[in-house]
């Protein structure tokens, strides 16, 4: 028995020297966890984010907090979680523009590097771009749009969420390929920007069509084109930019849970199957596709797959367009 003793303790003095997210990932999650979205409510992401996790809070059996922390193309949200404490209760909703775009165009500014301190987890949708205007425009068609800016250089009001969004790169990329002179106007959000568009006070905005296909169905907005580079199995009839007159132009993007790298397999694990499940459920699914989403799930591998190669794709359309950060 007194062999057995000092064994005892130093099995004892070992499991409290492990790491608190190696001994807390058996029971994860035991408390709440946040989820930070880097851009506003009513967002693409934010809409998304919150469909997906409302199942997952259940699925989990605690809540997901959506934290929405807005600012410099979304790199302010995921600087938060990057410095936070690798143990699953402050994670990202990841999107093109914190983890791909916003990195690339403020990089004076940004804590961290996106492709070392960050671990995706899963994807839960796909979004293509779809270029939305006023419906008392004369817009009815991506011909329209590049026949009147070119006759009418700098009198088109071209709204986006922000320096650094998704919906910025997407309207100044196409620009570019169209070889016109617009009026990029950055607002505080998609909710911002696309209320802009509504009011008239903005012509047009190219962005995620989770945030803006609720509005098209209600009236409120004019959809003419999709980003993609086939037409979106939602919405059949709508062309994409491509096959509109604008030859080789692209513009999607993604979502999906990133934890900060470090935390424990155990806890990646647990989140990557309540994204998967979350997915499987009918109900999420139509609830994405509702918003103009497509639900998809992956492997951390093919995710990070994805994200190196939007890397590359942004990266190389940022310095095509020589485009710089306010």
Not at 97 to 113: N, R
Not at 221 to 238: F, H, Q, T, V, Y
Not at 300 to 309: L, Q, T, W
């Amino acid at each position: 028995m007194r062999s057995v003793l000092p064994a005892l303790a130093a099995l004892s003095l070992a499991v409290a020297s492990l790491p608190a997210a190696a001994q807390s990932a058996s029971n994860y999650p035991d408390r709440p966890i946040r989820i930070i979205v880097a851009q506003t409510p009513g967002s693409s992401i934010d809409t998304m984010t919150r469909i997906v996790t409302t199942k997952m809070s259940e699925l989990l059996g605690q809540q997901l907090v959506v934290d929405n922390r807005t600012g410099a193309g979304g790199t302010i949200g995921a600087g938060i979680v990057a410095s936070s404490e690798p143990n699953g209760y402050t994670i990202l909703a990841g999107a093109t523009a914190s983890q791909v775009i916003g990195p690339q165009l403020y990089q004076k500014t940004t804590t961290y590097e996106p492709l070392k301190d960050f671990t995706p987890v899963s994807l839960f949708a796909i979004t293509e771009n779809v270029l939305c205007v006023n419906p008392k425009t004369p817009f009815k068609s991506v011909k329209d749009l590049i026949a009147y800016a070119k006759a009418n250089p700098g009198k088109v009001n071209w709204a986006n969420a922000g320096s650094g969004f998704q919906s910025h790169l997407a309207g100044v990329l196409f620009t570019h390929m169209a070889g016109i002179n617009v009026l990029h106007v950055p607002y505080k959000g998609a909710g911002a920007s696309v209320g802009a568009v509504i009011s008239g006070e903005s012509h047009l905005t190219l962005g995620p069509a989770p945030a803006m296909m609720p509005h098209v169905a209600g009236g409120r907005l004019r959809a003419i084109a999709m980003g993609g580079e086939k037409r979106s199995s939602l919405w059949p009839d709508l062309p994409t930019v491509i096959e509109s007159g604008l030859p080789g132009y692209v513009s999607n993007g993604w979502a999906g849970i990133i934890v900060r790298t470090g935390t424990s397999k155990g806890i990646r694990d647990t989140l990557h199957s309540a994204v998967h499940k979350s997915i499987a459920d009918s109900t999420v699914q139509s609830a994405l596709k509702k918003v103009g989403a497509d639900p998809v799930t992956s492997t951390p591998a093919e995710f990070s797959k994805v994200i190196a190669a939007d890397w590359k794709r942004f990266g190389d359309a940022i310095r095509a367009a020589d485009l710089k950060a306010n």
